[in-house]
Structures are given as C-alpha cells and as structure tokens.
C-alpha cells in the first residue's frame, strides 16, 4: 500500500541497484534514473498525504516547520552508511515532488572515469579559470570532485569550495579543504567568492556561475593569482564562451573578451553515452587549451573558428567532441550507431570513421 512507503528503505534499494536520481509525485508511482534513462517502479502510485510525510522526514531541521509551505527549495540528505543525496523539494500544480540525486561518498579518481589524461595537467594550473560544462546528468559534480581531489592528494594548497548545496565531502589529505554553502555559511556566491580571497586560497571552486555578479567575481579572483574552478550549462566551448560574454552589456563585452581571453585556461564539456553492450554511461568530452591563437579568437570574437582549430589541432591536447566519441568507439566501449546518435555533427564524425580526419589516442593512454 502507498501508505507503507518508507523514503529512507526506498533511497538504499535505489542506491543498491545503481540508480543515479529519484523522482517522487503525487498520483504516480516512485520513477528511478539508472544510466540516463527514467523507468517506473511497481510500487503504488504516491498520495499527497505520503509524500509529505516522506519530505518532513528527510528536510533539515531549520526548515522542517516551513518546508510544505514553500515552492522551491535545495538541500542535502544523508543516510549514514549509504550515501548522500542531493534533494530538490519543488510544487507541481499545487502539489508538492521531490526531486532526488544520488552523491557517492567515494570520489572517483581522474584515471577512474576513462577522461583523457590532460585533465592531470591542467589541475596543475596555478591561476586562471577552468570550466567543467555539460547538460544536467552528464557527470559535472563528479568530474570536478575528481579534479579537485586530485590536487587534494597531490599539492599543498588551500581549496575553497563554494557549493549550493554542497555536494560531495572531502577529506583533508595533502591539501586543506574548506566547503562553504550558500546560505549556511556565505549569503551568495558572489559574497563566498569575496571572502574567500581573504582566507588565504590556492583553489577556488564555485559550484556554478549562474549570473554576472558571479562571474565578475571569478573573474577577479583568477586574476590575482588563484585557480578557479566552476561549472556551466553548456555544451561547448563556443556556447561557454558565448554565455559568458552575453551576461554583460554588450557595451562592456570587448573589455570582458580581453578579460577573458587573459584568465581562462581551459573548458571541458562533456556528455555520458551509454553503451548497450557494456550496459553503463561513458564520457565523451570536448577539451578546449586556451592558447594564444583561441585568445585572439576570444578577444575578436571570431570563436566559430575554435570549432575547426579543436578538430584539426593534435599538438595543445586538445579534442573535439567527435574525436572523443570517435575514440571511445575505437576502444570498443561504444559503437558507431551509439556515436553518432550523441554527435552534434553527424556528417563530420562519419568522416572521422571513414579515416577522412585522424584523432589521436594518445589523449587517452
């Protein structure tokens, strides 16, 4: 019966099957995410009565008493032994849906997630802005936790993270980790980003520049000698930096391309593709090296020209989107039908498995 749904017994199977989100509404029954596609379970369809129930029993104490009465709200949920989860509560018609994601305690090492190996390179940058891009599902939060695990087992550095809300924890190791939260313990990221130059950082993570506030600040700090990490909702390196010079007034836009061009050091967009015959999600990336001729193209904003030179160039570490797809299906983890169903150019990439444009697989050994 819907009456019996117990959250808690619900999130550990999800957990144990592998599933990497939950959705719960009212009228339906409970659906799980597992390699990128939506299934419903056979249990009963959920009441409003239930699903109130289940968000008072996972919601934080600060909010618990006010919960059921807002319309959008972000907050983390753990269950001790198990995993934490990533929870957004949210209203549907009226009525109230939970929105779940799951966030393993075990971070995954860099060599761990079949990414290229110039990843190792470019969290050995000493300043400037690196950024991790994609759709929602395509594997940011973890590529970014292998990143700035990586110089937390490697260097002896300072990292701030800046989280909304935080996701993954990390353990001091070679490195101090410091992880503040929007909201708990900084107003905002633009606030987090200004006190975090006095704390005496290395790295700065920003979980996501959403707005110019945000930007300017990272902007700022990767300009007085720090590292700054963050995320954004874009498939590729023209589109990042595209919607970056779009959130100012196109009056200020030369002068934030020259900025740009000055601070960014690489973008990394990527996509999971899932294998049938390996029943999992690989990741597919486009990696962009800001050198000095993607500067002028950032500064003149002629950045379509990126597309052709991340095709054709094979000395700055550097790949396109189709050369990764192209060599995940060279390694046999995806076939062609499954490459081109992922690629943004189809006839391009079928050139590429023609031998008309040769990859190098040396990103990936």
């Not at 009226?94 to 860099?110: A, C, E, F, M, W």
């Not at 990696?287 to 054709?312: A, C």
């Not at 050139?351 to 190098?360: A, M, P």
């Amino acid at each position: 019966m819907a009456e019996r749904f117990n959250i808690i017994q619900f999130l550990k199977s999800a957990v144990a099957i592998g599933a990497s989100d939950e959705h719960l509404m009212v009228g339906h029954a409970p659906f799980l995410r597992k390699n990128g596609f939506i299934k419903r379970t056979n249990l009963e369809p959920l009441t409003k009565e239930v699903l109130d129930n289940a968000i008072l029993e996972i919601a934080p104490t600060a909010i618990r008493d006010e919960i059921l009465t807002l319309c959008d709200v972000d907050f983390m949920f753990e269950i001790k032994g198990c995993s934490r989860f990533r929870v957004n509560y949210n209203r549907q018609i009226g009525l109230p849906g939970l929105v779940i994601r799951n966030i393993s305690y075990s971070i995954p090492q860099l060599k761990d997630l079949s990414l290229p190996d110039i990843l190792h390179s470019i969290v050995e940058y000493q300043n400037g802005i690196v950024l991790v891009t994609g759709p929602t599902g395509s594997g940011k939060s973890t590529t970014i936790a292998s990143l700035i695990n990586q110089i937390n087992i490697t260097s002896s550095k300072h990292i701030v993270t800046i989280e909304d809300p935080i996701e993954y924890i990390f353990d001091c190791r070679k490195s101090i980790v410091s992880q503040r939260q929007v909201g708990v313990d900084t107003r905002s990221f633009s606030d987090g980003i200004k006190y975090a130059l006095r704390q005496d950082p290395d790295v700065i993570f920003i979980g996501e520049i959403r707005d110019k506030e945000t930007m300017e600040a990272a902007l700022k700090a990767s300009e007085t000698g720090h590292l700054v990490l963050s995320t954004l909702h874009t498939n590729d390196a023209v589109q990042t930096i595209n919607r970056i010079v779009n959130m100012f007034d196109e009056s200020n836009r030369y002068l934030i391309r020259k900025q740009l061009a000055e601070t960014l050091r690489a973008t990394i967009a990527q996509k999971l593709v899932y294998s049938e015959q390996e029943q999992k999600r690989f990741p597919a990336c486009e990696i962009m090296v800001v050198t000095s001729t993607i500067k002028d193209y950032i500064t003149k904003d002629n950045t379509d020209e990126i597309y052709e030179l991340l095709r054709d160039n094979t000395v700055d570490d550097m790949i396109s989107m189709n050369s990764s797809l192209a060599l995940l299906t060279d390694r046999g983890l995806i076939s062609q039908e499954e490459a081109l169903a992922n690629s943004n150019d189809e006839q391009e990439l079928e050139k590429i498995f023609r031998g008309v444009y040769q990859g190098t697989k040396a990103y990936y050994e």
